[in-house]
């Protein structure tokens, strides 16, 4: 099994070491991560600029660039092979509900299912890597049992797995969930800089709204890993037919 693992904390991050530690003595697995934290990037990709990529000291090779860019020159170029697998994180923080549109740790995953490729986000939902060894323990442990059940490498799909921080043996098992929501995200904050402008900093995430249950907000307070199937087409299925007539009236409309 070939697995190309990044993220979006950075390649120096502890949660992306502790995953490339854990599933090197599983898998081949090269790791392509940004030099930067590129937190809330999303899928973005950097086109007016040039992008370099650098060898560490430990292997890891690191780009000046987003979580998407680091996957996307990756595998159509830099590793020369397809993986069989792409990993993102283990992200220092919940990607839960809204949060995955906005994730660098999702946009990096997602960026390898755009390329047909099995792929995994992990994120852990308390921040500062408590427990992250259990984490990456559990991972390495889903990712042996999706390969055992052919799962890797065939068709493409797209996971994103959020992890309590709590021991091995305390963390619950495995439940699939939907995402949740949150509320819309807190005020802007604004401070002076030294030349009297106002300056803007985006607030935090909104508290959440919807953690029935069924959803990753809900599975992990109780202890458990979320697991969530992403996809990426943002049709409004559901409400199709309420637009095909909306728009019909609205074509057969006079000018106004
Ligand atoms: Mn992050």
Not at 167 to 183: Q, S, T
Not at 224 to 240: A, C, E, G, Q, R
């Amino acid at each position: 099994m070939k697995i190309l693992i990044s993220n979006d904390d950075g390649y120096q991050a502890p949660g992306i070491v502790a995953l490339y530690e854990t599933l090197k003595e599983v898998a081949e697995v090269e790791v392509i991560a940004p030099e930067q934290n590129n937190s809330a990037k999303s899928n973005a990709l950097t086109l007016h600029s040039p992008l370099s990529v650098t060898r560490a000291s430990n292997g890891f090779r690191y780009v000046n660039g987003t979580p998407a860019d680091c996957v996307h020159i990756a595998l159509t170029g830099l590793l020369g092979y397809r993986p069989d697998l792409v990993i993102s994180g283990i992200n220092n923080g919940a990607n839960m509900g809204d949060d995955t549109i906005y994730s660098g740790t999702v946009g990096a995953a997602m960026e390898g299912f755009l390329f047909g490729i099995p792929a995994i986000a992990f994120s852990q939902v308390d921040k500062n890597w408590g427990h992250l060894a259990s984490a990456a323990l559990k991972a390495r442990d889903l990712i042996l049992q999706m390969s055992h059940q052919n799962l890797v490498g065939i068709n493409p799909w797209l996971l994103n797995v959020n992890m309590p921080n709590l021991p091995f043996d305390e963390m619950g098992h495995v439940k699939l969930c939907r995402l949740g929501r949150r509320h819309a995200a807190e005020a802007v904050i604004t401070q002076m800089n030294p030349r009297g402008e106002t300056m803007y900093w985006i607030g935090a995430a909104g508290p959440v709204k919807d953690e029935a249950e069924g959803t990753d907000f809900h599975a992990t307070a109780q202890g458990y890993i979320s697991m969530t199937p992403l996809k990426v087409d943002l049709t409004d299925h559901d409400n199709l037919g309420y637009w095909a007539q909306t728009a019909a009236r609205l074509m057969a409309a006079p000018p106004v």
